[in-house]
């Protein structure tokens, strides 16, 4: 038996060595480092959304350790990490839309403008109108373009009529830059479009309904280089008029959009520090550990 | 060449016989069930296809007022109720004056149907100046007439081991050679209710008796069972014990023998509620239990199908979680719930033993015009049908199953067609 599996590609530990020397193997202790708090500054004045002691459990399961983090007015706070760190479960916190996990629970204070999110009068339909969020995969509705776009203005009954409408899908569309794209053919499937161009839908539907937040939970992980770069540059027009918060995998991107990033860790926020700061001269070990490639 | 190229090489042979060995079983299971489906459908074709037509027989009735025992004068009442069975007897006796014998006689009398007394009457109460005239009309002629004609009976046969004597042949052939017997299309099949005498027996009856009992069945099981799968798997709180145990029944209830469905409607619809028996709406409420779980169960899956992104997106968007139901995962899963619901419809359409618990079984001569009316359904029709001694029954058996058949494949076919409509990329 052994004989045959040796002889199976792939089996042989010779082939599993590539001609370039690895990388020093991991040690248990580069991951053990304590990590007591939060470092750099993720408190700003006068902040659009902030959290305190926030802790997010999956029934018994606790996925996110004492977060306190603010997020300023029209930037684009990116929060990196490695998988399963809890950055994308923190995003969730923020539109509440956790809630549709029935085993999820979630403690701690979350202010959009100084008003509790999670307060028991707080209707999570108008929280989410007001904090927008555009998911990994483009998800366009199964409608035409321009369905899509009217779908949160048609739901909130933001629009009085149809040139109002057909006003606020344009604009809507333009802002993500899609407009030109595909002016004539608003009434063709959405998910007719290319990945890129589907996931600019969804922004523009996002926008759509005006929002103050827009949450972007990796938008551009399904897209190609090029896409990536179309969705890069929009994030930074809309900039002007909106606050982001982006959850990437891709350290480049948050280098490239974002003004602040947060270091996400096995559950706990370890570094919130300008962007610049982060990537050239990151504070915590953990933090540098991740964006030198030790591991993530 | 590599020491695992060549493990590999050896193995390949084998791998190809199997996959051959497989294509070969599978090509040969689906020969097998398609020849039975074609032994099937062409015995129950060749059976059924005569009774499509049905012989008739011209006569030429002398509509006299002495006879028939009214004058042009009388009111209509009197025209109902006149005897145009004996203008019909006379006319007999004399197109064969030679037939003396009281047997004979009376067996003279039955070589043409009994409705052919009432065809007579319905012409004259249409039209009164009928009266005293001498017409030629087509009558049905009586089922052993009709079974003679279309060659399942064997006159070399003996005598005695025949429906049709020797006589009677005789008569068989001289209205043959006058032209006045002959084959057309048998309207009588789909225009009238069930009879017992075969050439007037008809499925209408059974026709609306399954459209009204479908109709009850549909609009009962499709609202509750969507309602309840869409609660199930959106709303109802997971890993609950009560959920669980609900869940477990609903799969427990597709496996229960339909018949048990029967009595259940016989004890609680009823006996306890009062629910007039024979109806197609005790049928369809009966059959509604039969057909939940089929529905549910599919609508759980198509609805469990639907992807989760879509949901977030509206959800995401601020729609509340009905919002999101209406507008995406219903719309998205119709078309898995629309075939569920066709198998279920087509199932019921096809039930027997539930109906025979709550009385739709019974001989019902009038087509039902309501929910309310007396009823039977198109396979009780088949069962009763072949239940009956007569020879004609046996070809019209098989022509009912035909046109039972036919509506099941339209059903399948429009639900391939909603399918289609309501199938959309995502």
């Not at chain 1, 045959?4 to 590539?18: A, D, F, H």
């Not at chain 1, 199964?142 to 048609?154: C, F, H, L, Q, T």
């Not at chain 1, 344009?170 to 063709?188: C, I, M, P, R, Y």
């Not at chain 1, 990437?248 to 959009?257: E, K, P």
Request: hydrophobic share 45%.
């Amino acid at each position: 038996m052994n004989e045959i599996l040796e002889t199976l590609p792939g089996t042989t530990t010779q082939s599993l060595q590539s001609d370039e020397p690895k990388p020093e193997a991991k040690t248990r202790d580069e991951f053990d480092v304590e990590i007591d708090g939060t470092v750099g500054q993720p408190f700003v004045d006068n902040p659009k959304m902030s959290s305190r002691n926030c802790d997010v459990f999956y029934a018994e399961k606790q996925a996110i350790f004492d977060v306190n983090v603010d997020i300023g007015r029209n930037e684009i706070i990116a929060m990196i990490g490695p998988s399963g760190c809890g950055k994308s479960t923190y995003l969730r916190v923020l539109n509440r839309m956790n809630d549709t996990i029935p085993i999820c629970r979630t403690t701690g204070t979350h202010t959009l403008d100084g008003e509790d999110i999670y307060a028991k009068d707080q209707d999570p339909v108008l929280l989410r109108a007001r904090v927008g969020m555009v998911f990994q995969k483009p998800n366009p509705f199964p409608k035409s373009i321009y369905d899509n776009v009217a779908y949160g203005p048609r739901l909130h009954g933001l629009t009085s009529n149809r040139s109002e409408l057909d006003d606020l899908v344009e604009a809507s569309l333009t802002k993500a830059g899609l407009f030109k794209e595909v002016k004539d053919d608003l009434q063709k499937p959405g998910t007719g479009l290319s990945g890129g161009q589907q996931q600019r839908l969804c922004i523009a539907r996002a926008i759509a309904v005006d929002p103050e937040v827009i949450l972007m939970d990796e938008p551009t992980s399904a897209l190609d280089p090029i896409a990536t770069a179309i969705i890069e540059e929009l994030m930074d027009d809309l900039k002007e008029s909106y606050t982001i918060a982006i959850v990437t995998h891709s350290m480049q991107q948050a280098a490239r959009v974002s003004q602040r990033t947060a270091y996400f860790h096995l559950g706990r926020l370890v570094e919130v520090n300008d962007t610049d700061k982060v990537f050239t001269n990151p504070e915590h070990q953990l933090t540098e550990n991740y964006i030198t490639g030790r591991f993530g | 060449m590599k020491d695992s190229t060549k493990i590999i090489k050896a193995g390949l042979n084998k791998r190809y016989a199997r996959e051959k060995r497989f294509k070969f079983f599978g090509l040969c299971s689906i020969i097998l069930s398609f020849a039975f489906l074609l032994i099937l459908l062409s015995t129950i074709v060749g059976r059924g296809l005569p009774a499509f037509q049905q012989t008739y027989m011209k006569l030429d009735v002398t509509l006299d007022e002495e006879t028939l025992g009214v004058t042009s004068n009388s009111s209509s009442k009197e025209l109902f109720s006149a005897k145009y069975d004996k203008v019909i007897r006379n006319t007999l006796y004399d197109m064969f004056p030679n037939v003396s014998d009281r047997k004979e006689k009376r067996a003279l009398r039955n070589i043409v149907s009994n409705s052919a007394a009432y065809d007579l009457r319905d012409k004259v109460i249409a039209n009164p100046e009928l009266l005293g005239t001498t017409q030629s009309y087509w009558f049905l002629a009586k089922d052993d007439v009709d079974v003679y004609m279309k060659g399942n009976i064997d006159r070399n046969l003996p005598e005695s081991d025949r429906r049709i004597k020797d006589f009677q042949l005789v008569w068989i052939d001289r209205l043959i050679a006058e032209d006045r017997l002959e084959k057309r299309f048998n309207t009588v099949l789909f225009n009238a209710a069930d009879s017992r005498e075969p050439e007037q027996a008809g499925m209408r009856g059974a026709i609306m008796g399954s459209f009204l009992t479908m109709l009850v069945t549909l609009l009962l099981s499709f609202p509750v069972a969507v309602a309840a799968a869409a609660y199930l798997e959106e709303f109802a709180p997971q890993n609950n014990r009560w959920v669980d145990l609900i869940e477990v029944n609903i799969n427990n209830l597709a496996a229960v023998p339909s018949i048990v469905f029967g009595l259940l409607g016989l004890a609680v619809f009823i006996n306890f509620f009062g629910v007039p028996r024979s109806t197609p709406l005790i049928g369809g409420l009966v059959l509604s239990l039969m057909t939940l779980p089929t529905i549910i169960i599919a609508s759980r899956a198509a609805i469990k199908a639907v992807p989760p992104s879509i949901k977030e997106a509206a959800i995401g968007m601020g729609a509340s979680p009905v919002q999101t139901l209406f507008q995406h995962t219903l719309p998205l899963a119709m078309p898995g719930i629309l075939t569920g619901t066709i198998i279920g419809m087509a199932q019921a359409l096809g039930e027997t033993a539930p109906l025979l618990m709550i009385g739709m079984v019974a001989f019902v001569a009038e087509v039902p015009g309501g929910i309310f009316d007396p009823a039977t359904v198109m396979p009780v029709q088949i069962y009763l049908w072949s239940d009956s001694p007569e020879r004609a029954f046996t070809e019209r058996t098989s022509a009912a199953i035909m046109v039972l058949l036919a509506f099941l494949i339209v059903m399948n076919l429009i639900a391939i067609i909603l399918r289609k409509k309501f199938e959309r990329r995502w």
